[in-house]
C-alpha cells in the first residue's frame, strides 16, 4: 500500500469524537448523516485498501478529483463485523449536491464484498481547506488553486 493509499489519520479533536454518537449504533443519527442499510456480514470483512478504492471511484462532479484525494474523507472506521462508518465534508456547505454526495459514498462501499451496514456522516467541522488534498490532487489541480 502506498503512503497516499493509507487511511488518513483524523482531523477530530478527540475530545469532540467521544461525544458524538458512534458510528455503528443503529439509533437514530443526527441531521446530516447518511445511513444504507447492507446487509449482515456472513464472512470475511473487506480490507480497508478495498473501502478507499471505492471511495476513489466517486469524483466531485465539478472538480474532476476523487473524494479520497480532495481530501473530503476525514475518518474511515471498520468494525469487527464489517460495517463501514465514514466522516466528511464537503468543499463549501452550499455546494449543490450535498445531499448527494454521502449517498454516493455509501452506495461505492456497499457494493464491496465483505461489508455490512455502511454510515456516512457529513460534516463542516474542521472547514475543508486545499491543504487537505492529496499531491497528486494539488498537482492536478494547480491552474485552478
Known sequence: MTEKDKPRKSFLDPEKVAKEPDFFSR???KEGATT???KALHGEKCSMEDIISAIKTV???EIPINL???GLIYNIEQ?????VGVLM???APNCP???????MVADSIIKIDGVGVVTVKLTWSPKWTKD???DDAKFALADIF
Open 27 to 29: 439509533e437514530e443519527r
Open 36 to 38: 444504507v442499510m447492507g
Open 59 to 61: 469524483k466531485d462532479p
Open 68 to 70: 479520497y484525494d480532495l
Open 79 to 83: 468494525s469487527d463485523n464489517g460495517d
Open 89 to 91: 465534508t464537503l468543499t
Open 97 to 103: 449536491v450535498a445531499g448527494e454526495m454521502p449517498k
Open 132 to 134: 487537505m488534498m492529496s
